[in-house]
């Protein structure tokens, strides 16, 4: 049995999936060379070196291809590694994270059935001649890293072996993604670099003013230097190596005393409840770029209830600075587990749904953490005391006990979503609460913790059918709340043409 697989012949190539692959008998000709290297010695490495750390990996590398495979991921039924193969390419399309000539097998070998991936051999950048070079490198790789959990919400395995270079561009060369990567996960990525140079702290100074550099125009707050720091010192290092780390925290430790010093002039949409209404999403969207907005903050509920569920994936997914958290009808469209005690309307909504995303959709709404924390402030989707994040709401009975918590927590505002209202609960600095409703709030202001509510973008339910959503201007901690007409009967035709309740139409004309 060969430790690589390998086609008998030609149309053992079951499947090939990619932008502009290569033909089969290019594929199978590379595959049965003769001088095609298994790279044993590349599987079950750590450190520094190239290969993979997973025993159950297989390289094959032959006439200036890479083709990899994982033990595990043989079966004696092909259907299940077509539809990955095919979620893959067109992962790979939308991303645009891997070298542009990968592709993806499905291969039959010795009575099973296994995915291959095939790219062109790049220079991976542990590979690079100098510590110059290789810092210029793990720079745009700790940005890369960054950008896709931002933009595309997916996590890179941020390590030199992972990425190769090719003409002057980077691609990753790992066929996983994971959670996204954080910034403390790009901390601890830096940190790990350092045992594996013989470079002293003098040159660990200049590197970590070229990473911080590199990072500046993505790494802009108080609280991202320092979840950047943190991750960086958290990492175990021996005594010996205390100083290099130091060099590198230096430049983030002044990057981290700029930003407390600069103002925050960055204006920020916050919108909730999309619920899968495009023609509402895209109103919003134009409404608050006229306002300003330079990021975006989404408390989640991007589906459910609306006839555009991968469309309104697709926009939000390819947002510049868009933060968000997972809404109740996104867990349950992600774990393909609806919610239990849905309404009629919710459940249709919810399984209609759960027929129109695919796996990669689903990754995304799954990559969405339940909650989001910055400087002072929290953001989730439903209540700040549930533990859940996205189930609980706040209402009458319930307003004080969450402001409560974030008042014990030293939380100054919590933005949320759930009941499609827009509002502001706020604790004053005597104890008392009050219910101001959609009305200009300023975050931050002593003794006060406030609730903000920015209403909902795709069904509003406090009697106005237009769009809702907050504009959030970072640099006063000013609140603002604004709505935005669209084409409800856009929205309404969709819906009837998918079969939906009429109820859930009526809904969105009369605002309830």
Not at 310 to 324: D, K, P
Request: proline content about 7%; glycine content about 8%; aromatic content about 8%.
């Amino acid at each position: 049995m060969d430790w690589f697989p390998r086609p008998a012949r030609e149309q053992d190539l079951v499947a090939v999936e990619g932008a502009s692959p290569p033909p089969r008998a290019v594929l199978f000709a590379l595959l049965t060379a003769p001088d095609a290297q298994e790279w044993r010695d590349k599987v079950g490495v750590a450190g520094p070196r190239e290969g993979s750390g997973k025993a159950s990996a297989r390289l094959l590398a032959s006439g200036g291809w890479v083709f990899k495979t994982d033990a595990s991921w043989s079966v004696t039924a092909p259907d299940g590694l077509l539809v990955r193969a095919e979620l893959a390419a067109a992962s790979a399309r939308r991303l645009g994270l891997w070298h542009p000539d990968k592709v993806w097998l499905v291969l039959a070998a010795e009575g099973a059935f296994h995915l291959v991936t095939a790219c062109p051999r790049l220079a991976v950048l542990r590979a690079l001649p100098s510590f110059e070079a290789r810092v210029a490198a793990w720079a745009r790789m700790l940005v890369l890293a960054l950008r896709a959990a931002r933009d595309h919400g997916v996590g890179l395995d941020v390590h030199p072996s992972n990425f190769g270079e090719a003409h002057g561009a980077l691609h990753y060369l790992d066929d996983e993604l994971y959670a996204p990567t954080t910034l403390a996960d790009l901390g601890r990525a830096i940190a790990d670099r350092i045992p594996e140079e013989d470079a002293p702290p003098a040159a660990w100074r200049i590197a970590g003013e070229a990473l911080a550099r590199a990072l500046e125009p993505h790494v802009r707050t108080v609280s991202e230097w320092t979840a950047l720091t943190n991750g960086l010192v958290d990492r175990p290092l021996v005594e010996a190596l205390s100083a290099h780390r130091e060099a590198v925290r230096g430049a983030f430790a002044r990057r981290t005393r700029a930003a407390r010093l600069a103002p925050r002039g960055e204006r920020t949409c916050v919108l909730a409840d999309v619920h899968a209404n495009l023609p509402a999403l895209e109103a919003v969207l134009a409404a608050a770029r006229a306002l300003g907005a330079e990021r975006w903050l989404l408390l989640g509920d991007v589906v459910g209830y609306g006839p555009h569920p991968v469309e309104c994936i697709e926009v939000l997914a390819g947002l510049e600075g868009l933060e968000g958290v997972r809404g109740n009808h996104d867990h349950g469209a992600a774990s393909m587990r609806p919610e239990e005690g849905m309404s009629r309307m919710a459940r249709f909504a919810a399984d209609w749904t759960a027929g129109r995303l695919g796996e990669a959709e689903r990754a995304w709404l799954a990559a969405l953490p339940r909650e989001l924390r910055g400087e002072g402030w929290l953001a989730v989707h439903g209540a700040p005391r549930d533990p859940e994040r996205f189930y609980a709401y706040v209402y009458e009975l319930t307003f004080r006990e969450n402001l409560d918590v974030l008042c014990e927590a030293r939380i100054a505002a919590c933005f949320y979503g759930h009941t499609h209202v827009p509002f502001v609960h706020r604790r004053n600095p005597d104890g008392t609460s009050d219910k101001l409703g959609p009305v200009p709030v300023v975050l931050g202001e002593p003794g006060e913790c406030l609730l903000v509510n920015p209403g909902s973008v795709g069904q509003p339910r406090d009697g106005d059918p237009r769009a809702s959503f907050a504009m959030w201007e970072r640099e006063r901690g000013a609140i603002s709340f604004h709505r935005a007409a669209y084409p409800i009967d856009a929205t309404v035709r969709d819906m009837g043409r998918a079969g939906f309740p009429p109820d859930l139409a009526y809904r969105l004309e009369t605002g309830r």
